[in-house]
């Protein structure tokens, strides 16, 4: 093609290609697709946010997929045994994904959840509303996002600054 691999012949070399961005190569009119090597292969895939595993007070981006994991502690066992799984995208509310995890163990076992678990992103009224709905317990990290904390709110309701009575 353009003559390269005749002149590299001539001259007794070879390119040993390490990596391409060649996507298509038309034989016909010597017409190629190059792929932006900016750009993910997989576009499926979005970027979110997650706290700093290493400084919690900051965010980073993350790309790709969320795996919303729930399990089942089995005290008899001395088990935690994987029991729903739900992928969504790395910018997609993870919140809400609980009830879509127990929705699908029910759909598939007839269990009777006594006590629901979850972090801080889960402490939304409809996940509240959900689980006692079906009987269980909900015991969910509290989340002062949506709190006003300022100091003359946390006063007007008999709290100093730390959330101390006063």
């Known amino acids: 093609m353009f003559g390269v691999n005749e002149e590299l012949e001539k001259q007794g070399l070879c390119i040993k290609t390490l990596r391409n961005n060649v996507t298509h190569v038309n034989a016909v009119d010597d017409a190629i697709t190059i792929r932006c090597p900016k750009l993910p292969k997989d576009t499926d895939a979005r970027i979110g946010v997650r706290r700093d595993p290493k400084n919690p007070d900051k965010e980073e981006k993350i790309f790709g997929y969320n795996l919303v994991l729930s399990t089942s502690v089995e005290l008899q066992l001395k088990l935690e045994l994987l029991v729903a799984v739900t992928n969504i995208a790395g910018n997609a509310e993870e919140g809400s994904q609980i009830i879509a995890n127990n929705e699908q163990l ?27 709905g079906k009987g269980s317990i909900p015991i969910i990290d509290y989340n002062r996002r949506n709190e006003d904390l300022s100091k003359s709110a946390m006063l007007n309701r008999g709290y100093d600054q730390n959330g101390l009575a006063l």
């Open 106 to 132: 029910h759909s598939h076992h007839e269990a009777d959840v006594k006590i629901d678990i979850a972090d801080a992103k889960y402490d939304i009224i409809k996940n509240y509303q959900y689980i006692r």
